[in-house]
Protein backbone atom coordinates (compact mmCIF):
# COMPACT_ATOMS: atom_id res chain seq x y z
CA UNK A 1 0.00 0.00 0.00
CA UNK A 2 1.29 3.26 -0.95
CA UNK A 3 1.97 5.83 1.98
CA UNK A 4 1.00 9.03 1.85
CA UNK A 5 2.93 12.17 0.78
CA UNK A 6 4.20 14.09 3.40
CA UNK A 7 4.36 18.19 2.52
CA UNK A 8 8.14 18.21 2.91
CA UNK A 9 10.96 15.99 3.57
CA UNK A 10 14.78 17.12 4.15
CA UNK A 11 17.40 14.79 2.36
CA UNK A 12 20.87 14.41 3.12
CA UNK A 13 24.15 13.70 0.42
CA UNK A 14 27.20 11.91 1.87
CA UNK A 15 30.01 12.33 0.02
CA UNK A 16 33.33 11.16 0.80
CA UNK A 17 36.16 8.91 -1.11
CA UNK A 18 36.39 5.73 -0.22
CA UNK A 19 39.51 3.71 0.75
CA UNK A 20 40.81 0.51 0.20
CA UNK A 21 39.72 -0.29 3.59
CA UNK A 22 36.11 -1.57 3.66
CA UNK A 23 35.69 -0.84 7.55
CA UNK A 24 36.84 2.70 7.39
CA UNK A 25 34.39 3.32 4.97
CA UNK A 26 31.68 1.88 6.80
CA UNK A 27 33.01 3.78 9.56
CA UNK A 28 33.16 7.16 7.60
CA UNK A 29 29.73 6.78 5.98
CA UNK A 30 28.08 6.31 9.29
CA UNK A 31 29.46 9.17 10.78
CA UNK A 32 28.28 11.17 8.05
CA UNK A 33 25.16 10.12 7.97
CA UNK A 34 24.96 10.58 11.48
CA UNK A 35 25.99 14.67 10.98
CA UNK A 36 23.65 14.68 8.72
CA UNK A 37 20.81 14.30 11.01
CA UNK A 38 22.21 16.68 13.48
CA UNK A 39 21.78 18.92 10.50
CA UNK A 40 18.09 17.46 9.86
CA UNK A 41 18.05 15.13 7.50
CA UNK A 42 15.52 12.47 7.31
CA UNK A 43 16.91 10.47 4.76
CA UNK A 44 20.36 10.11 3.85
CA UNK A 45 21.49 8.33 0.87
CA UNK A 46 25.19 6.98 -0.09
CA UNK A 47 26.92 6.82 -3.43
CA UNK A 48 27.09 3.52 -5.67
CA UNK A 49 29.37 0.79 -3.71
CA UNK A 50 30.15 3.51 -1.02
CA UNK A 51 31.56 0.79 1.05
CA UNK A 52 34.28 -0.50 -1.49
CA UNK A 53 36.55 1.17 -4.03
CA UNK A 54 35.44 1.33 -7.43
CA UNK A 55 36.07 -2.22 -8.10
CA UNK A 56 34.06 -2.95 -11.18
CA UNK A 57 36.29 -1.34 -13.89
CA UNK A 58 38.49 -4.97 -14.40
CA UNK A 59 37.21 -7.80 -15.74
CA UNK A 60 38.41 -9.38 -12.40
CA UNK A 61 35.48 -10.07 -9.61
CA UNK A 62 35.49 -9.70 -6.73
CA UNK A 63 32.97 -12.22 -5.09
CA UNK A 64 35.00 -11.81 -1.55
CA UNK A 65 33.53 -7.85 -1.15
CA UNK A 66 29.96 -8.74 -1.59
CA UNK A 67 27.19 -8.93 1.28
CA UNK A 68 23.73 -10.05 1.72
CA UNK A 69 20.49 -8.31 2.00
CA UNK A 70 20.39 -10.20 5.49
CA UNK A 71 23.90 -9.85 6.43
CA UNK A 72 25.50 -8.65 9.76
CA UNK A 73 27.31 -5.81 8.09
CA UNK A 74 23.73 -3.75 8.06
CA UNK A 75 23.23 -4.19 12.05
CA UNK A 76 24.74 -0.46 12.66
CA UNK A 77 23.00 0.66 9.88
CA UNK A 78 19.68 -0.29 11.02
CA UNK A 79 20.86 1.05 14.30
CA UNK A 80 21.68 4.23 13.64
CA UNK A 81 18.26 4.60 11.18
CA UNK A 82 15.99 3.51 14.65
CA UNK A 83 17.91 5.71 16.93
CA UNK A 84 18.37 8.93 14.70
CA UNK A 85 14.47 8.38 12.87
CA UNK A 86 16.68 8.08 9.13
CA UNK A 87 15.74 6.40 5.92
CA UNK A 88 18.98 4.96 4.75
CA UNK A 89 19.45 4.25 0.74
CA UNK A 90 22.32 2.09 0.79
CA UNK A 91 24.17 0.91 -2.32
CA UNK A 92 26.03 -1.86 -2.48
CA UNK A 93 27.48 -5.41 -4.01
CA UNK A 94 25.24 -8.32 -3.44
CA UNK A 95 25.78 -11.61 -2.78
CA UNK A 96 22.21 -13.07 -3.73
CA UNK A 97 23.15 -16.77 -2.15
CA UNK A 98 22.54 -18.37 -5.63
CA UNK A 99 25.69 -17.95 -7.44
CA UNK A 100 24.49 -14.05 -8.45
CA UNK A 101 25.93 -10.88 -7.43
CA UNK A 102 24.33 -7.63 -8.32
CA UNK A 103 24.77 -3.88 -8.27
CA UNK A 104 21.77 -3.76 -5.26
CA UNK A 105 20.90 -0.58 -3.22
CA UNK A 106 19.12 -1.44 0.02
CA UNK A 107 16.62 1.24 1.54
CA UNK A 108 16.49 0.76 5.44
CA UNK A 109 13.24 2.37 7.07
CA UNK A 110 13.76 4.89 9.93
CA UNK A 111 12.65 1.86 12.43
CA UNK A 112 15.80 0.02 11.14
CA UNK A 113 13.18 -2.64 8.88
CA UNK A 114 13.89 -2.86 5.38
CA UNK A 115 11.71 -1.26 3.16
CA UNK A 116 13.09 -2.87 0.40
CA UNK A 117 15.63 -3.07 -2.16
CA UNK A 118 16.80 -2.71 -5.75
CA UNK A 119 18.93 -4.57 -8.40
CA UNK A 120 20.40 -2.74 -11.02
CA UNK A 121 18.55 -3.45 -14.43
CA UNK A 122 20.65 -1.97 -16.86
CA UNK A 123 24.42 -2.05 -16.69
CA UNK A 124 26.62 -0.03 -19.11
CA UNK A 125 28.78 -1.36 -21.94
CA UNK A 126 31.86 -1.93 -19.18
CA UNK A 127 33.40 -4.32 -17.16
CA UNK A 128 30.61 -3.86 -15.10
CA UNK A 129 28.99 -6.32 -17.09
CA UNK A 130 31.92 -9.03 -15.53
CA UNK A 131 30.57 -8.56 -12.31
CA UNK A 132 27.11 -8.24 -11.68
CA UNK A 133 23.73 -10.19 -13.10
CA UNK A 134 20.81 -7.94 -14.21
CA UNK A 135 17.74 -7.54 -12.17
CA UNK A 136 14.72 -9.05 -13.02
CA UNK A 137 12.35 -7.52 -10.77
CA UNK A 138 9.64 -5.29 -11.63
CA UNK A 139 10.70 -1.70 -11.00
CA UNK A 140 8.77 -0.39 -8.07
CA UNK A 141 8.72 2.44 -5.35
CA UNK A 142 9.19 1.28 -1.44
CA UNK A 143 7.41 3.09 1.16
CA UNK A 144 8.83 4.55 3.85
CA UNK A 145 8.29 6.71 6.50
CA UNK A 146 8.88 9.72 4.95
CA UNK A 147 6.43 8.73 1.81
CA UNK A 148 7.40 6.63 -1.17
CA UNK A 149 10.80 6.89 -3.04
CA UNK A 150 12.78 4.74 -5.88
CA UNK A 151 15.92 4.12 -6.63
CA UNK A 152 17.58 3.70 -10.07
CA UNK A 153 21.38 3.67 -10.44
CA UNK A 154 23.42 5.40 -12.35
CA UNK A 155 23.44 4.03 -16.29
CA UNK A 156 19.65 2.61 -15.60
CA UNK A 157 19.08 6.54 -15.77
CA UNK A 158 19.62 6.55 -19.44
CA UNK A 159 16.44 3.62 -20.17
CA UNK A 160 13.75 6.24 -18.75
CA UNK A 161 11.14 4.07 -19.08
CA UNK A 162 12.27 3.15 -15.12
CA UNK A 163 11.84 6.36 -14.00
CA UNK A 164 8.93 6.46 -15.14
CA UNK A 165 7.56 3.40 -13.90
CA UNK A 166 9.08 4.71 -10.58
CA UNK A 167 6.42 7.82 -10.88
CA UNK A 168 3.70 5.89 -12.24
CA UNK A 169 3.87 3.56 -8.98
CA UNK A 170 4.05 6.75 -6.68
CA UNK A 171 7.97 7.44 -5.94
CA UNK A 172 8.08 10.81 -4.87
CA UNK A 173 12.26 11.09 -5.09
CA UNK A 174 14.25 8.82 -7.31
CA UNK A 175 17.94 8.37 -6.14
CA UNK A 176 20.31 7.54 -8.70
CA UNK A 177 23.75 6.49 -6.98
CA UNK A 178 26.46 6.63 -9.61
CA UNK A 179 29.95 6.06 -10.07
CA UNK A 180 30.19 8.42 -13.46
CA UNK A 181 33.95 8.70 -14.86
CA UNK A 182 33.89 10.53 -17.79
CA UNK A 183 33.95 14.20 -16.60
CA UNK A 184 33.83 15.63 -20.25
CA UNK A 185 30.18 13.78 -20.46
CA UNK A 186 29.10 15.10 -17.58
CA UNK A 187 26.62 16.88 -18.73
CA UNK A 188 24.84 14.02 -20.11
CA UNK A 189 24.16 12.51 -16.77
CA UNK A 190 22.63 16.54 -15.85
CA UNK A 191 20.18 16.42 -19.21
CA UNK A 192 18.99 12.75 -18.80
CA UNK A 193 18.23 13.12 -14.99
CA UNK A 194 16.76 16.43 -15.08
CA UNK A 195 15.19 15.50 -17.93
CA UNK A 196 13.62 12.47 -15.94
CA UNK A 197 12.38 15.05 -13.06
CA UNK A 198 10.51 17.34 -15.68
CA UNK A 199 9.10 14.77 -17.10
CA UNK A 200 7.40 12.83 -14.57
CA UNK A 201 6.83 15.32 -12.31
CA UNK A 202 8.92 14.24 -9.27
CA UNK A 203 12.73 14.79 -7.95
CA UNK A 204 15.71 12.85 -8.76
CA UNK A 205 18.41 13.05 -6.45
CA UNK A 206 22.27 11.96 -8.27
CA UNK A 207 25.09 10.92 -5.57
CA UNK A 208 28.26 10.30 -7.91
CA UNK A 209 31.65 9.06 -6.48
CA UNK A 210 34.38 11.62 -5.82
CA UNK A 211 37.60 9.39 -5.54
CA UNK A 212 39.62 9.68 -9.15
CA UNK A 213 38.52 8.90 -11.85
CA UNK A 214 35.13 9.76 -10.39
CA UNK A 215 34.53 13.46 -10.12
CA UNK A 216 31.33 14.31 -7.91
CA UNK A 217 28.40 16.57 -9.85
CA UNK A 218 26.21 15.22 -7.27
CA UNK A 219 23.25 16.92 -7.74
CA UNK A 220 19.27 17.10 -6.71
CA UNK A 221 16.66 18.01 -9.73
CA UNK A 222 13.16 19.32 -8.51
CA UNK A 223 10.09 18.50 -10.42
CA UNK A 224 10.56 21.04 -13.01
CA UNK A 225 13.55 20.28 -13.90
CA UNK A 226 15.46 23.30 -12.08
CA UNK A 227 18.18 22.27 -9.24
CA UNK A 228 17.56 22.38 -5.81
CA UNK A 229 21.28 21.31 -5.20
CA UNK A 230 23.55 22.37 -7.93
CA UNK A 231 26.16 19.92 -9.02
CA UNK A 232 28.64 19.31 -6.19
CA UNK A 233 32.74 19.65 -6.31
CA UNK A 234 34.39 16.28 -5.54
CA UNK A 235 35.04 16.89 -2.20
CA UNK A 236 34.08 15.12 1.03
CA UNK A 237 30.78 16.88 2.29
CA UNK A 238 27.08 16.77 3.71
CA UNK A 239 24.81 18.47 2.23
CA UNK A 240 20.76 18.69 3.87
CA UNK A 241 18.41 19.81 1.11
CA UNK A 242 14.45 20.51 2.01
CA UNK A 243 12.70 18.63 -0.72
CA UNK A 244 8.53 20.74 -0.86
CA UNK A 245 6.64 17.76 -1.62
CA UNK A 246 3.43 19.47 -2.64
CA UNK A 247 5.65 20.72 -5.94
CA UNK A 248 5.00 17.32 -7.32
CA UNK A 249 1.46 17.84 -7.60
CA UNK A 250 1.23 21.96 -8.76
CA UNK A 251 3.53 20.62 -11.44
CA UNK A 252 1.23 17.38 -12.12
CA UNK A 253 -1.86 19.82 -12.38
CA UNK A 254 -0.62 22.57 -14.69
CA UNK A 255 2.06 20.12 -16.94
CA UNK A 256 -0.05 17.31 -17.88
CA UNK A 257 2.52 14.90 -18.76
CA UNK A 258 1.60 11.88 -17.16
CA UNK A 259 -2.62 12.61 -17.22
CA UNK A 260 -1.47 12.79 -21.01
CA UNK A 261 -0.16 9.26 -21.92
CA UNK A 262 -2.09 6.58 -24.06
CA UNK A 263 -0.43 3.24 -22.87
CA UNK A 264 -2.55 1.45 -25.43
CA UNK A 265 -0.40 3.34 -28.30
CA UNK A 266 2.66 2.23 -26.47
CA UNK A 267 3.12 -1.67 -27.39
CA UNK A 268 6.23 -1.76 -28.86
CA UNK A 269 7.66 -0.80 -25.95
CA UNK A 270 6.75 -3.84 -25.03
CA UNK A 271 7.96 -6.10 -27.30
CA UNK A 272 11.64 -7.35 -28.00
Sequence with gaps: MTTARPDSVRVGMVQFAASNDKHMNIEKALWMADEAADQGAQIVAFH?????PWLFAETVTHPDTSDRLDGAVWERFRELAQRRKLVLVCPFHEDAGDGH???TTLVIDADGSNAGHYRKHHLPPDNERCHFSLGTDPIRG?????????VYICWDNFVPEGVRALALDGANIVFSPSAA?????????????RANALTNSLYCVRLNRIEPPCYGQSFIASPNGDYVVP????????????LDLTMIEKERREWTYLADRRPDQYAVLTQA
Design 48 to 52: EMFML
Design 101 to 103: YYN
Design 142 to 150: MDTQYGRIG
Design 181 to 193: TDYPNRYRWEIAL
Design 231 to 242: PTKAVETVIVAL
